[in-house]
Structures are given as structure tokens and as C-alpha cells.
């Protein structure tokens, strides 16, 4: 996988994820999570772009290596139940993904610590920007 999120996982800690994964394609236009559903399902992009929408609003745009869809499917510490999208994302160009089921991300989290703290943190800022 020539996913930065994944390149500092042991060669073990990769296969366990490939093993989870599935690759899927979007074109232009496709949405690929609604703001207001609940969560099923984390992605990260390997080849393409989307952007990231709040009330209609673009507020981010993200490209090979980035990934979205973590805040939702894995609680933290203090709250038990998943949160609804906080935003939409749109693709923009022709795009590839790896995605990976919530019930299969909060597995792999618990067993790979380096996962783990790497989605928290990237989630803990999230929600502060």
C-alpha cells in the first residue's frame, strides 16, 4: 500500500490491513459520504481527489495519501457512540481508494497501537481546525 498512514506499520501490521481492505474506484461527482449519515466505513486515497464539504461549503481538498472517515468509526475514550459525518466528500477527479469497514478499523486499531494513535491524532485535529 503507498499509503503514508500505513507505511510506518511493520511489514505484518500491513498484511493484517490489506487483508481487510478493499480497493473501490469513484468518478467525478460521486459522494462518497453525506454530512448528517452515520459512519460505516474509513478511506484513504490512493490515486485521484476529492474535497471535503461542510454546508455546501468546500473546506478542504484531498488527494493521494489522504484519508477521511476516522473521526466517525472509531470512538474515543469518552464517547461510546458514533458520530454523523461532519461533513460531505465529493470526488473531483477520477479517484481510487482503499476502504476499510468501521467494525474492521476499530479491530485493526486495537491491535496495531501505531494505527491507532495515528488516527486518533489526526481525528483530535480534525476537530479542532
Known sequence: ??????????????????????QQHFDVGHVVVNEGEFPFDFYAISRGAAEVRRAGNRVASLGPGDFFGEA???????????????????ITEPTDVVAIGGTDLRCLAEAIPTLRDALRATAAQRSTD
Open 72 to 90: 466517525g468509526v472509531l470512538p474515543d475514550g469518552a464517547r461510546r457512540s458514533w458520530q454523523r459525518r461532519s461533513a460531505s466528500v465529493v
Open 1 to 22: 500500500m503507498s499509503i503514508p498512514l500505513f507505511a510506518r506499520l511493520s511489514a505484518t501490521d500491513r498484511a493484517r490491513v490489506a487483508e481487510t481492505a478493499r
